[in-house]
Nanobody, 117 residues
Framework: QVQLVESGGGLVQPGGSLRLSCVASGLTFSRYGMRWYRQVPGKERELVAAITSGGGSTNYADSVKGRFTISRDNVKNTVYLQMNSLKPEDTAVYYC??????????WGQGTQVTVSS
């Protein structure tokens, strides 16, 4: 079955960095666009960053532009989110998502990121 497994979350001070990873299995990874979302309690899940199946195009939420970078390795079936200059408002559970037209979406279980001094 399809699995998306996130890792790399944790506690970091404001201004610090983290790199999230999401390893996919059970699907043809190179045919899926990949996205990172985040969610805080009581709020809707927010799209943070997206990358096309081949990695040639990326998009970011305005709140993270210039600080976060999404990338992928289609050999390792992994998508990354490099997060720099972290702010307390980046605190959330981060989820990876695999999407392909006419196919079901898949979600990981989430990884907690906490930015606090």
């Amino acid at each position: 079955q399809v699995q998306l497994v996130e890792s790399g979350g944790g506690l970091v001070q404001p201004g610090g960095s983290l790199r999230l990873s999401c390893v996919a299995s059970g699907l043809t990874f190179s045919r899926y666009g990949m996205r990172w979302y985040r969610q805080v309690p009581g709020k809707e899940r927010e799209l943070v960053a997206a990358i096309t199946s081949g990695g040639g195009s990326t998009n970011y939420a305005d709140s993270v532009k210039g600080r976060f970078t999404i990338s992928r390795d289609n050999v390792k079936n992994t998508v990354y989110l490099q997060m720099n200059s972290l702010k307390p408002e980046d605190t959330a559970v981060y989820y990876c998502n695999a999407a392909r037209p006419n196919y079901s979406d898949y979600w990981g279980q989430g990884t907690q990121v906490t930015v606090s001094s």
